[in-house]
């Protein structure tokens, strides 16, 4: 059971910055029709040097092999490729140059809930997520009780999904997604969305896809997750890969190269021209703490971040959502914003997130922080999120009036602020 | 969880190549028949969507030819006095609007569907050409239920349709190939460039005018109709009231231009379809 099942040799993918920036239009097409005859007089070198300015490859040289049964982490920071390398692979986006070949049934899973519609039923959603992720409507009819059983919504299987919460939502959406059961399956981060119930329940499901022998290639941000499910990982960094291996090893040197890269202010924007084909309705343009310096974050310090977003669409009802996660990237933490806010098309405003001191133990941290909107009708839809982003580094406590000021790593991350005991009577 | 249950049948072939896009016309359509389940589906969720959550439901089928029909007949028939030959004015309008709504409506579904659709696009593979392809389909339930109310007008007018109706089928196709043959070339181009979305409303009604749907193809000089017969939905509305109501045979010449018009049109459509799909999901 030796044999290659993907094999991907030298695949690029080359985007054109500002092209795709804004939406395209007939007149900005025409204008550069009319100036191509201009362009033509100029010299050849001219032309290279034009061409590689506004021009990035968000994927290049990739070249790796997958045996059958193989479970393939892929990590990297924000904007390394990974997304694209997922998408290439699963036919969503041509590559520009190199080649693909994979043998055997495909599902891929760049999200949960593909095509679902909230005046649709339960019912009638699962069969449409089920035909577009690839599954025979016989394969769906078969399954049907068992993916209702899972998402545990068996009353509420004949509602419009717009009545269900979000929990409920997600279920069923996982549990279609669950119950697909191809030979080779690419899975993006669809475990940083959900409860912690539900990622947990995310997890144990790919290790049993794991486990059938099922080929696996897998992009997340849980180092943790990582370590546990593959045997090997690909660090890819700019859009090259880095380090293949051993998933232990690829981590460590991913997480060494990611604490040398700490920043005080993140520029998606920047990033974000990897991937054009992501315009999100309101998008992150920059992050940075407010009043921390991430290398020396007190013990008991609120956390402050400001962001600057811009509107891509008139929004009048979003809000922010922000996890913590340890350095190996599991979870600490979650919240969602209160406020509701609401932005113009092509307004940038700055905003202000505050997390009231989470107490957290000493050790170095990172968020994630996702705009979005929702309620627990419609369930959460994300417009962006920025992952891996805001490393910071938390100091140990001061140690007054018996604070403990040494940690230990196995007591977990939350110092908790109050420990109360008395003596009953 | 079921380790044991046959795994369920993704319709794709024993092996994927993954390469840069090449060549203008390699359709698959032996992988579009692989999907055609997936299309099934996509009929299936517009029509279900189509009518939920408004208050008199498919009853708005009905109500827009009618009232249009109304409209026409006062202003254009008994107002304007069209020549309209034998035919009742309400009954000649009728007849024209029927396949109209349905082209006018088929053309605006099959140039949104990709971008209507580009949440699924941007995440999942299949032959992008299935959307446009579903998306003629829908709307002919709508044209079923308008039929149904335009036999008792025509019954109303004691017309009865001859053996003529037996060519009824074959102009509702050439209607859904003018649609999805005009709309592949809309639907690729808004996927690009958002300018068509306001470039739609007016290509229909332009196109609305130069189609026999106010007044007969008659009205149009001899010697210039085959430039008009071009359009397809000359052929089309004209065959269509022709096959209803028996009167107003329209020569040979216009279905075989409207054929070949259409022929030509939905090849390039397609190739330019196939060309640009490559390119949709990066930009939408």
Redesign the interface.
């Known amino acids: 059971m030796n044999d290659v099942v993907i094999r991907v040799e030298n695949l690029g993918k080359r985007?054109h910055i500002g092209e795709?920036v804004a939406?395209?239009?007939?007149?900005d097409?025409l204008a550069r029709v009319l100036a191509a005859p201009l362009r033509n007089f100029q010299s050849p070198s001219d032309t290279t040097r034009d061409t590689e300015a506004s021009e990035i490859w968000a994927l290049r040289d990739v070249s790796f092999e997958v045996r059958r049964g193989e479970v393939i982490g892929i990590i990297g920071a924000n904007g390394a490729g990974k997304s694209t390398l997922l998408?290439?692979?699963?036919?969503?986006?041509?590559?520009?140059?190199?080649?693909?070949?994979?043998?055997?049934?495909?599902?891929?899973l760049?999200?949960v809930g593909?095509?679902f519609?909230p005046?649709?039923t339960g019912r009638?959603n699962t069969?449409?997520n089920g035909?577009?992720?690839?599954?025979?409507?016989r394969?769906i009819l078969r399954?049907f009780d068992?993916i209702v059983a899972?998402a545990e919504i068996e009353k509420f299987i004949d509602t419009p999904v717009k009545y269900y919460s979000s929990g409920m939502y997600v279920r069923l959406a996982f549990s279609v997604a669950?119950?697909?059961?191809?030979?080779i399956l690419l899975v993006d981060e669809v475990l940083a969305v959900g409860d912690v119930a539900f990622q947990k329940r995310c997890l144990g499901?790919m290790g049993?896809v794991a486990r059938?022998g099922r080929t696996v290639l897998f992009v997340s941000h849980n180092m943790g997750a990582v370590a546990l499910l593959c045997n090997s990982a690909i660090v890819l960094e700019r859009g090259r890969i880095q380090a293949i291996g051993d998933s232990r090893q690829a981590i460590s040197k991913y997480l060494a190269r990611s604490s040398e890269r700490a920043q005080e202010v993140y520029n998606l924007e920047e990033q974000r021209r990897l991937d054009?084909?992501?315009r999100p309705e309101v998008e992150f343009l920059t992050l940075e703490f407010e009043g921390i310096s991430a290398k020396l974050v007190p013990a008991d310090a609120d956390l402050s971040v400001r962001m600057k977003v811009r509107g891509n669409e008139a929004v009048s009802n979003f809000s922010f959502y922000l996890s913590i996660l340890a350095a190996d990237g599991s979870p600490v933490g979650s919240c969602s914003g209160a406020q509701v806010h609401s932005i113009q098309a092509g307004e940038v405003g700055s905003y202000r997130l505050q997390l009231p001191n989470p107490s957290l133990a000493r050790g170095s941290y990172r968020m994630h922080v996702a705009v979005g909107a929702g309620n627990e009708r419609t369930g959460f839809r994300m417009f962006d999120t920025a992952a891996d982003v805001l490393h910071f580094d938390v100091m140990a406590p001061p140690g007054q009036d018996g604070t403990i000021s040494e940690w230990q790593k196995n007591w977990g991350f939350i110092r908790f602020r109050n420990l109360i005991s008395a003596k009953c009577d | 969880m079921s380790a044991n249950s046959v795994p369920a049948s993704i319709p794709d072939s024993a092996q994927i190549d993954i390469a840069p896009p090449s060549g203008w016309l390699d359709i698959e359509f032996r992988e579009l028949w692989r999907y055609r389940e997936l299309a099934y589906f996509f009929v299936w969720r517009a029509i279900k969507i189509r009518y939920k959550q408004t208050l008199i439901g498919a009853a708005w089928a009905v109500v827009q030819p009618v009232a249009t029909m109304l409209v026409f007949s006062v202003i254009f028939g008994y107002l304007g006095k069209m020549p309209t030959g034998k035919l009742p004015y309400p009954v000649f309008y009728f007849s024209g609007l029927l396949p109209w709504t349905y082209f006018a409506g088929a053309l605006q579904s099959v140039t949104n569907s990709v971008v209507e659709q580009q949440h699924v696009v941007t995440k999942v593979y299949f032959p992008r050409l299935l959307l446009p392809i579903s998306a003629v389909i829908p709307g002919l339930l709508d044209f079923a239920i308008g039929l149904l109310v335009f036999l008792p007008v025509l019954f109303a007018y004691h017309l009865v349709p001859g053996m003529a109706v037996l060519t009824l089928p074959l102009y509702i196709l050439l209607e859904m190939a003018t649609a999805l043959s005009v709309g592949l070339w809309l639907a690729a181009l808004n996927s690009l460039y958002r300018d068509v979305h306001h470039l739609i409303p007016f290509v229909v009604q332009l196109w609305m005018l130069l189609s026999p749907v106010v007044y007969p193809a008659t009205l149009v000089p001899e010697r210039w109709r085959w430039l008009y017969g071009l359009n397809p939905m000359v052929g089309v509305i004209e065959g269509f009231r022709w096959s209803l109501t028996g009167s107003g045979q329209p020569s040979n010449l216009l279905p075989a231009l409207a054929t070949g018009g259409v022929l030509v049109v939905l090849l390039g459509g397609l190739a330019f379809f196939r060309r640009m799909e490559s390119v949709i999901a990066d930009v939408v």
């Open positions: 985007y795709h939406y395209l239009t007939l007149r097409a998408k290439i692979l699963s036919r969503v986006i041509k590559p520009t140059v190199g080649h693909a070949q994979i043998r055997g049934r495909l599902g891929s760049l999200e593909t095509g519609h005046e649709l009638e069969f449409m035909a577009i992720l690839g599954m025979r409507k394969d399954k068992e899972f669950a119950h697909l059961e191809p030979e499901r049993d059938q054009p084909a992501s």
